[in-house]
């Protein structure tokens, strides 16, 4: 039997994908993306998954679409509004944290998969390359979108043009990710920090992310309001009250909505 392309383990409360392709430095195919999908779908709608762990096998961590897919090439759009874009959206509605793991290089819509991610850890030896424009596309998977929010215009379209790569170090210190770890300690540093993020108020880190995203679309006054709006859905749930409950009375909380 062929092995499967994206290997799920769960860990705790922590889902783990890895994807499987290492001798192509885990490039997307159709095939990996038809196990991608439904391995995404079924955390989110797990309700004993509170956090996701998003990694690459062997030296790669994903080097973005393959190009020797057979799909490559006939409807370049196509393919971005049929797979990058909900790939992309689902990644973004997790109800759940979404942590990637850079273990290597990340390239072209590889790098803004792992991007779109909430956190981003990468290894000293990972990089991210906008590898687009050498073969003259524009940034997709979210990367238009995502790299003027992370890094600013300026940096995210030097990025962009030259396609040059950028050391997980230098992404650090551009803002462009999280952290970066020494290589041996990246996945005990990932799954700590997965853990203590599924034990937080899940749903309220979800509508975190969603309510930031949505600030950026809007002025000042108007985010306020948004604000205000989630506040009173969050102030409604178990969380909040568990939240309270255990601060008042001195003890560890036991958070459960999703
Ligand atoms: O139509 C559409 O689908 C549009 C959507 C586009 C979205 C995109 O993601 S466009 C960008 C596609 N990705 C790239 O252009 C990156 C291509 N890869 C590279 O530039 C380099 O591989 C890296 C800089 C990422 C890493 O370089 P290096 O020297 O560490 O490794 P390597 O030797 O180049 O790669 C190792 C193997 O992986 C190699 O295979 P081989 O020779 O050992 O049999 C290489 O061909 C393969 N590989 C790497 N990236 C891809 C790939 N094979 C197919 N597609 C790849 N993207």
């Avoid at 991608?36 to 961590?61: E, K, M, N, S, Y």
């Avoid at 090439?73 to 973004?92: D, F, H, Q, T």
């Avoid at 300026?154 to 999280?178: C, N, P, Q």
Wanted: glycine share 8%; proline share 4%.
């Amino acid at each position: 039997m062929a092995e499967s392309l994206v290997l799920i383990e769960t860990v705790g409360a922590v889902r783990k994908l890895t994807l499987n392709r290492p001798a192509a430095l885990n490039s997307f195919t159709s095939a990996m993306h038809r196990e991608l999908r439904p391995a995404l779908d079924a955390a989110a709608d797990d309700p004993a998954v509170r956090c996701l762990v998003i990694t690459g096998a062997g030296r790669g961590f994903c080097a973005g679409q393959d190009l020797n897919d057979p799909e490559v090439g006939s409807n370049v759009g196509n393919v971005v509004e049929r797979v990058y874009k909900p790939l992309a959206l689902r990644i973004a509605s997790m109800p759940v944290p979404v942590i990637a793991m850079v273990n290597g290089v990340a390239a072209g819509a590889g790098a803004n998969f792992a991007l779109g991610c909430d956190v981003v850890i990468a290894a000293k030896s990972a990089s991210f390359i906008q590898a687009f424009s050498k073969i003259g596309l524009i940034p997709d998977c979210g990367g238009t979108w995502l790299l003027p929010r992370l890094v600013g215009r300026g940096k995210a379209i030097g990025l962009a043009m030259t396609g040059d790569k950028l050391s997980a170090e230098d992404a650090e210190r551009m803002g462009l990710i999280w952290r970066c770890v020494d290589d041996a300690a990246l996945s005990d540093q990932t799954m700590a920090l997965a853990t203590k993020l599924a034990a937080m108020p899940v749903k309220a880190l979800a509508a975190t992310r969603r309510t930031i995203d949505d600030a950026l679309k809007v002025d000042y006054a108007d985010a306020l309001s948004l604000e205000a709006r989630v506040q009173n859905e969050m102030g409604a749930q178990g969380d909040f009250r568990e939240g309270v409950a255990a601060f008042l009375e001195k003890r560890a909380p036991k958070f459960g909505d999703r």
